[in-house]
């Protein structure tokens, strides 16, 4: 059996790819169980709560009974600051066969892009104030909580860096950039989809994202 993660990034159709284009999947391969919600309930307890090796040992287990495609887009971590630490924890609990799916924006449009999610919740501060430098984040880094992303080191958004991070922990990584997503080339890869099976998703995903 393998896993199959969509890990993130946040910010770069996540949504139109977990409703139109993964959940079809399963229709396509029998055999992958999609975002399975005791596995993925497990999961996030051990990612965000507990360090308990039975539970850890408890859910590897489950993770070899059955094909596995989970998809969530925080486990990347928004932080680039907190990259490598997230991806050894992805290592322990997945294993280095798992397959990873990074989705990912140029620096621009990603930073424009996490800044407008900040204000869209409420959290109203200049970009400035928000995105700051490294030396600036090493600054007040003591201060900051590590479960809230109140300042952005830009410095530190580097993709090569986080591609580098992953491919030398796991056996496969697809790194996808944002404008070649709707391709849906990866899927192809992973899921050895036929040139029709790929125009289904494709269209699914043109006609439904939003």
Avoid at 40 to 49: E, G, N, R
Avoid at 66 to 86: A, D, G, H
Avoid at 156 to 162: G, R
Wanted: hydrophobic share 35%; net charge positive; aromatic share 12%.
């Amino acid at each position: 059996m393998r896993t199959i993660v969509h890990i993130g990034l946040g910010r770069c159709a996540t949504s139109s790819l977990q409703k139109n284009v993964f959940q079809e999947i399963p229709n396509l391969r029998k055999e992958v169980i999609y975002n399975d919600t005791r596995v993925v309930h497990s999961l996030k307890k051990l990612w965000y709560f507990n360090n308990n090796r039975n539970e850890e040992l408890n859910f590897q287990k489950e993770l070899l009974k059955q094909n596995n495609f989970i998809s969530i887009e925080n486990l990347v971590n928004w932080n680039p600051r907190s990259w490598e630490k997230t991806a050894d924890l992805n290592l322990k609990l997945f294993g280095k066969d798992a397959i990873i799916i990074i989705t990912a924006r140029d620096t621009e449009s990603y930073l424009r892009s996490i800044y407008q999610q900040k204000i869209h919740e409420g959290d109203i501060c200049k970009p400035e104030e928000f995105l700051i430098s490294k030396e600036n984040y090493d600054k007040i880094e003591p201060m900051l909580s590590s479960k809230i992303l109140t300042y952005f080191d830009v410095d530190s958004y580097d993709l090569e860096k986080l591609w580098n991070i992953y491919n030398s922990r796991f056996s496969k990584v697809h790194l996808v950039p944002m404008n070649s997503i709707d391709k849906l080339e990866f899927l192809r890869d992973i899921f050895d989809l036929n040139e029709t099976e790929i125009k289904f998703l494709q269209k699914n995903f043109k006609k439904k994202k939003t």
